[in-house]
C-alpha cells in the first residue's frame, strides 16, 4: 500500500490546522489575489495618553526592559477597513503602550513597549499573534462612534465593559509628521507538555 498524506512545502507559511495547505494571511496572499499596498486598509485612529505611576508600569515590564521617560500610557483605538487579505472586511483594535528601552546580552533597543493588543476579529489576532508575536487578545470592540464632535470608542469581554474612552478636536496628522517611536514586544511561545517552560522567549 502507498503511504498517503502531504508534505510541509518549502518556505510557505502554515498554521494549525495545518491539514488544510498553506495559510493564507497578511505575509501570504492566496494565489492569483490583486494587491493595492497604496490603498489598503483605510483606517480611522483614535489616541488619547494619561500619566501614570512608575511602578505600576515597571511592574509589567518583562527582564532586560525598563521604563524610558516619563510614565505616559497610549491608548490607541485603530478601525481597518478595505483590508485585501480579509476580502475587503476590516476589524477593530485597541492597542496600549508606553515609552521603554530594552538591553540584551548583544542588542540595545528604545521606542515604545506595546503592552497589548485587543482585536474583534480571530484572523488578525492568530496570525500576528504566531507569525510576528504581537501580545494580541480577542475583545468585543464596536466600531468608533462619532457624536458632538467627539469620537466615543468602547471595549468589552463577554458583556463586562473595561474601557470607554471619548475622544473630542481630533485632527489630520501632516504628511510631515516625524516617524512613530519604534514597537518593542516580547514574543513568547509555551512549551507543550513541559508547563512552565517556553520554546521560545
Avoid at 28 to 37: N, S, V
Wanted: proline share 10%.
Amino acid at each position: 500500500m502507498t503511504p498517503t498524506g502531504y508534505r510541509f512545502e518549502a518556505r510557505r507559511i502554515y498554521r494549525m490546522p495545518t491539514h488544510f495547505g498553506p495559510a493564507p494571511g497578511p505575509r501570504q496572499m492566496p494565489d492569483g489575489m490583486p494587491t493595492a499596498p497604496a490603498s489598503n486598509p483605510q483606517r480611522l485612529s483614535v489616541a488619547t495618553r494619561f500619566l501614570t505611576d512608575a511602578a505600576r508600569l515597571e511592574a509589567h515590564l518583562p527582564e532586560g526592559f525598563a521604563l524610558s521617560g516619563e510614565p505616559v500610557v497610549t491608548v490607541e483605538f485603530h478601525y481597518l477597513t478595505g483590508i485585501d487579505w480579509l476580502a475587503g472586511r476590516g476589524y477593530t483594535m485597541v492597542q496600549v503602550s508606553w515609552p521603554a528601552s530594552f538591553a540584551g546580552r548583544e542588542d540595545k533597543a528604545s521606542g515604545r513597549f506595546l503592552a497589548v493588543i485587543w482585536e474583534n476579529l480571530t484572523d488578525p489576532v492568530i496570525t500576528w499573534r504566531d507569525e510576528i508575536g504581537h501580545p494580541k487578545l480577542y475583545a468585543d470592540i464596536p466600531t468608533p462612534r462619532t457624536w458632538d464632535g467627539a469620537h466615543l470608542c468602547s471595549a468589552g469581554w463577554l458583556g463586562f465593559r473595561f474601557l470607554d474612552i471619548e475622544v473630542s478636536g481630533l485632527r489630520d496628522i501632516s504628511p510631515d509628521a516625524p516617524p512613530p517611536d519604534d514597537i518593542l514586544m516580547l514574543k513568547y511561545v509555551p512549551r507543550t507538555g513541559a508547563w512552565g517552560e517556553a520554546d521560545l522567549c
